[in-house]
């Protein structure tokens, strides 16, 4: 291997000569006209400039779904792998080279149900992988199947009448797997989508977002009342380290501890603006953003986005891996004859 | 009082005891000690599938058995001729495999009608003639060791008791001359911080040493002759030793960090255990959260340009094989090492058998080929597994590595390679451009291997998955004629393994016509059996395959050659399918699906009804 300098996604300084264009591909984007993911995908590609990671030292991987064909319009290093299988196969980058900026870009089905078991183990882990979850509750390119966000009751081929299943909220699971950083945002919400991918590129171990992402062709509108202009303005909850919860074109409402302990949404003209709770997205207690996570089960209505949870707790094998990469470059001849040696051993004399 | 001592030239004993009484223990302490004597042998332990079964019954009987001998041997023994039974479970449960006039050496204080109620025994029979037809030896072990341990300073009773595997250990050595330093200083180094304990095993130890001395029971003892063997130094190895061996061998031949990501599985679980232990030499291990996760973190691995390796066994290759699939099209380097075991579904998890070559042939959908190599015996494993990852890195490709419980399980002695002499293994990352401004990540070299560039090396950024990629740039492609031109690339690179195979070696008689074929852990047996058959004047040839996918070039030709070729395997004929397959010949199978390794005797006979 060559010699490799740590050159993290966080703490490298911005090189200027990279642009948008560095980490575009020379591949013909293909997905259906009108998707979200082209929106995710030009904000993606505008925020990795900034980061000061170079292009050979990004990897992404996706798994199967929409979604997956999203590594191949990046021009970094790239694996299109198979069914919710990119955390673990990001895992297994991240963890062997931990000098690369290493993006996980999953679906719904890929991430919450064929994968789920990956995603959760790479969460708790902390493993330092930033995971984009493009969740557009539904199965897009196998044309139309319910998914596990898909609300229950939902019509679609595989269920013409109505799905039996209780959906997964993403963030909750995120959350109960323990995750250090957690988020939420909006596909065509360019300036969201790129401040929550700077917080998600600054946090060390793993960093979860999902992305509320429109299928245009099997499941339009679904996150309309958070999506679309002029009504997502009364319905997006924004949420901010350190400041009250308050959302509304005039920031009219917001978000308090009710009479029976829970969050409840509320005027501000009524209860006052001290009585809005304060958003803490580094509590070491995972409480309050399971809370607001289930605040909205469904984003018909008022709907927290933004980083629910940013907080510190050791990286997967990091203080190991120095060691390790230590001990291979020793590693010698000499040793492992040393090796090889070992135990009981007897000569045979030659005769 | 002086004793007879008469020379053997091969001894089979097998120790089986309680799964409490630490029979792998005396098994492991008898089999260093042979080793360093110059005994040529071969062990098999035999575990319970239950890790606590009741105490006293026939489910949690463990049992070791070794054979060593004078001469080169290449099976741990058909039939033991001396037994050693701790219990009457041991003794009901082992009974059977023992020779007819064989010895019997049991710990006559175990037999209580409690133990005898727990292992089914309606009578006493070490008292009710049913043992006649051997050489019964009643010993009071527990009795003896807790009177040699008695005023030892701290020690509780119940660990006094717990020494008489100990007290059987000094039995056997004194009875087959093994030199008692070996275990004494096992003992010292083992117990170095308890002194209690030490102090009772050693004199355990001894106790038995001495009893065999002087009571009047043991009329004789013997004397087992170093075998004659090259020069070289030597080592006592088991298959799952040797294999992590190999593995860290040919990281450091290659330079590329040794990353093993497992999930617990019998009884591949040891390769992990193994391997776990060797930070030292930059070797990661990681414990997965599943199967596939195995998989994927180490095609993962291999991507970053490390030696990503995953090991399972049984319905963990199953598992796998969506991942497999994958490392076939990415045309990346992973090693899987399949520990075979008994099937189908869980099986017979603690059992051994060959039953998984066509489904690492063929497993996978889609056209799918990938190589496949298997090892023949416990100290070969160290050579397969180089060999394995040498062709996955040579030719990017995943190799499946065929091992089973036999060869994980069973020990023998390795002569240690000159590390100078391990093949050269080298990864060749791409570096540059390969095109005219730019990198086809499927531009293949002579061997029809492609580049592998690894993150971090500028200018080569490029994208590779799943889906069928146009020749040479690696973009998706759904071109017909694309795709059988690159189906037919990835046979060809695969196929082109074979050309760096040896030429078969065939051990050979003038004027055989019958040629027996094997492969995998079949090797010790099948050439004990050979040889038998010849002693008796047969005229029989025997080859055995290391490489299964792609088969060895010369192979067609080597069973066109014979008037009948046989093929023993642990699984229902899965080799002689593929060889009647590919070269029309009427081969004859021989197999057994015991979850046992075939005995000496069964494969001569066998053989000899062939002829």
């Known amino acids: 291997m060559p010699d490799v300098k740590v050159n993290g996604a966080n703490g490298g300084s911005p090189l200027p000569t990279l642009t948008k264009k560095d980490f575009s591909s020379d591949q013909e984007t293909r997905w259906c006209p009108g998707c979200g993911d082209y929106a995710i995908l030009a904000t993606v590609q505008s925020v990795l400039p900034e980061l000061g990671v170079p292009p050979e030292r990004t990897v992404f991987v996706s798994g199967i779904g929409c979604a997956g064909r999203f590594v191949y319009y990046v021009d970094t290093y790239g694996i299109h792998g198979i069914h919710g299988r990119a955390p673990a196969i990001a895992t297994g980058i991240a963890v062997s080279r931990p000098d690369l900026s290493v993006w996980v870009v999953t679906g719904d089905g890929d991430a919450l149900s064929i994968g789920g078991n990956h995603l959760i183990h790479a969460l708790r882990r902390n493993v330092p992988l930033r995971i984009l979850l493009f969740n557009n509750q539904i199965y897009g390119l196998t044309k139309g199947q319910y998914s596990p966000t898909s609300e229950q009751g939902k019509i679609t081929k595989s269920t013409p009448f109505g799905s039996q299943d209780h959906p997964f909220n993403p963030i909750a699971l995120a959350l109960g797997a323990e995750a250090s950083f957690v988020a939420r945002t909006v596909d065509v919400d360019r300036g969201h989508v790129a401040e929550v991918l700077r917080a998600a590129a600054a946090h060390r171990g793993s960093a979860f977002v999902e992305i509320y992402q429109n299928c245009n062709v099997f499941n339009d509108g679904a996150f309309e009342p958070v999506r679309e202009k002029g009504v997502r303005e009364a319905n997006q909850i924004r949420l901010e380290h350190g400041k009250p919860i308050r959302f509304g074109r005039e920031g009219e409402r917001g978000v308090a501890r009710g009479a029976d302990g829970g969050l409840e949404i509320v005027e501000v003209a009524e209860v006052g603006e001290d009585a809005l709770l304060v958003h803490d997205a580094k509590r070491p207690d995972p409480s309050l953003a399971f809370e607001l996570a289930h605040l909205a089960e469904r984003p018909t209505g008022p709907t927290p986005i933004g980083v629910f949870r940013a907080v510190e707790r050791p990286v997967y094998a990091e203080e190991l891996g120095r060691e390790l990469a230590e001990a291979h470059r020793r590693a010698d001849a000499e040793q492992l004859a040393e090796l090889l040696r070992s135990g009981d051993t007897w000569t045979v004399p030659a005769a | ?475 998706i492609s759904y071109d017909p004629e694309n795709h059988e031109r690159m189906t037919r690339l990835r046979a060809a690179k695969v196929a082109k393994v074979a050309e760096d195979a040896p030429p078969i070696h065939v051990d050979r008689v003038e004027g055989a016509e019958v040629l027996v074929l094997g492969w995998g852990s079949t090797y010790g047996a099948i050439a004990a059996a050979v040889r038998r058959v010849r002693r008796g004047g047969g005229k029989v040839d025997q080859a055995h395959l290391h490489l299964l996918n792609p088969l060895p070039r010369d192979l067609g030709e080597l069973v066109r050659s014979y008037r009948k070729v046989i093929v023993p395997e642990l699984n229902m004929g899965q080799l002689v399918k593929v060889v009647r397959a590919e070269y029309l010949v009427d081969a004859d199978s021989v197999t057994k699906v015991r979850g046992l390794p075939f005995f000496t005797a069964e494969l001569e006979e066998a053989i000899r009804e062939r002829l």
């Open chain 2, 1 to 475: 009082m002086t004793k007879d001592v008469k020379e053997r030239e091969r001894v089979v004993v097998r120790f089986a005891g309680d799964s409490g009484d630490g029979m792998q223990l005396v098994g492991s302490r008898f089999t260093d000690a042979t080793a360093v004597l110059g005994n040529d042998l071969a062990t098999l332990p035999d575990f319970p599938a239950e890790i606590r079964a009741p105490a006293g019954t026939l489910a949690g009987v463990s049992a070791f058995q070794i054979h060593f001998a004078s001469r080169d041997i290449l099976t741990p023994g058909d039939r033991p001729n001396v037994l050693v039974a701790m219990n009457p479970a041991a003794l009901k449960a082992n009974l059977g495999t023992l020779e007819k006039g064989g010895m019997l050496i049991v710990n006559e204080d175990s037999f209580g009608d409690n133990n005898l109620k727990k292992a089914g025994y309606e009578r006493n029979p070490l008292e009710d003639g049913s043992l006649d037809d051997y050489q019964l030896v009643r010993v009071p072990m527990t009795t003896l060791t807790v009177r040699a341990t008695e005023g030892i300073d701290g020690l509780m009773s119940k660990d006094a008791q717990r020494c008489k595997n100990l007290f059987a250990l000094g039995l056997l050595s004194w009875m087959y001359g093994r030199p008692t330093d070996v275990s004494e200083e096992w003992i010292e180094r083992k117990f170095a911080a308890k002194p209690a304990i030490k102090a009772a095993n050693l004199a355990a130890f001894r106790a038995g040493y001495n009893f065999g001395e002087t009571a009047e029971l043991l009329g004789v003892h013997y004397e087992v002759k170093a075998a004659p063997a090259e020069p070289g130094t030597y080592r006592n190895v088991n298959g799952t030793t040797a294999t992590a061996l190999g593995l860290i061998a040919a990281s450091v031949r290659s330079g590329l960090p040794l990353f093993l990501s497992s999930y617990p599985i019998t009884p591949a679980s040891e390769l992990l255990h193994e391997l776990s232990r060797h930070r030292r030499f930059g070797v990661r291990t990681m414990q997965a959260e599943d199967e596939i996760a195995a998989a994927s973190i180490a095609l993962g691995a291999s991507f970053g340009g490390q030696l990503g390796v995953t090991s399972t066994s049984g319905p963990g290759l199953d598992l796998k094989a969506e991942t497999i699939g994958l490392a076939v099209a990415l045309e990346l380097p992973l090693v899987i090492v399949d520990v075979q075991r008994a099937g189908p579904s869980t099986g017979m998890p603690t059992k051994t058998e060959q039953a998984d070559l066509l489904m690492a042939m063929y497993g996978r959908h889609g056209e799918s080929p990938l190589p496949v190599v298997a090892a023949s015996t416990p100290a070969q494993c160290f050579e397969a597994a180089i060999e394995a990852v040498r062709i996955a890195v040579r030719y990017r490709t995943p190799v499946i590595l065929l091992t089973d419980t036999f060869l994980a399980n069973s020990s023998e002695p390795w002569r240690l390679p000159e590390v100078s002499e391990l093949p050269e293994i080298d990864p060749a990352f791409a570096t540059e451009h390969n095109t005219e401004g730019g990198f086809w990540p499927y531009k293949r070299d002579e061997r029809l291997a492609r580049p592998w560039a690894i993150p971090g090396t500028p200018g080569l950024q490029h994208r590779i998955g799943g889906l069928e990629k146009q020749d040479l740039t690696g973009n």
